[in-house]
């Protein structure tokens, strides 16, 4: 981001680009055509990789899911194809991801919120376990093989602070006096996922849900 960020050449012609990205504007004002082109192809294997990653994490979790008895469709989400891939959960994400990229059609504003609050998301989930650590350290009694001893609280007080800093930092707004036009609505969508997860644990998951199934 530094790197790129020293390379703009001009912040108004960036602004108002007719590329459909802006990063394509500043890769042409830096280095020309053929060199943008290049980056971009970069870019664009970089986050299909990416892509094919969040779609596998998000399959095993639907699975994960499914064995616990915490999600709809249990036998749906746990069944396996001859490559032992949970498709059922494949395809969910690949329609969920074909939906929330389209967003970028209609409006850049959701779709920049959806992009912000998928880092936030992100940073939650990794915050559930960092906080027992802080709050509740004696409530785990076996310790993993690796430990840090007496760094382990002051580093997971660290991780815990600089991940809520970075919440609240991806949900203000980038610029003032806010308007409909300029307002993060990341809050909106992780809000709603929130809610989501919310109804789905209270008509169907805490029915069923008994806690982590073990698989060997």
């Known amino acids: ?96 991801g074909c939906i929330i990229s389209c967003a970028y059609i209609g409006s850049t504003i959701a779709f920049n919120a959806i992009l912000s609050s998928a880092a936030v998301s992100v940073m939650l989930s990794y915050l559930q376990p960092i906080i027992v650590r802080v709050f509740w350290p004696d409530s785990l009694k076996e310790r993993g093989p690796f430990t840090l001893r007496q760094w382990s609280w002051p580093i997971n007080f660290a991780s815990f602070a600089f991940t809520v800093f970075i919440c609240i930092l991806f949900i203000l707004p980038t610029a003032r006096p806010v308007s409909s036009i300029n307002m993060n609505y990341s809050i909106v969508a992780v809000g709603g996922i929130i809610l989501l997860v919310g109804m789905i644990w209270a008509v169907w998951g805490r029915f069923r849900f008994v806690g982590p199934v073990k698989t060997v």
């Open 1 to 96: 981001m530094l790197a790129l960020l020293f390379s703009v050449q001009n912040i108004p012609s960036i602004q108002s680009s007719t590329y459909a990205i802006p990063i394509a504007q500043l890769y042409y004002d830096a280095v020309g055509r053929k060199l943008t082109l290049m980056c971009l192809i970069v870019i664009a294997l970089a986050q299909g990789m990416a892509a094919v990653t969040a779609f596998t994490a998000s399959s095993r979790l639907f699975y994960a899911l499914a064995r616990d008895n915490a999600f709809p469709l249990k036998n749906r989400f746990m069944y396996l194809n001859r490559f032992q891939a949970p498709v059922y959960g494949v395809w969910l994400s690949v329609f969920i």
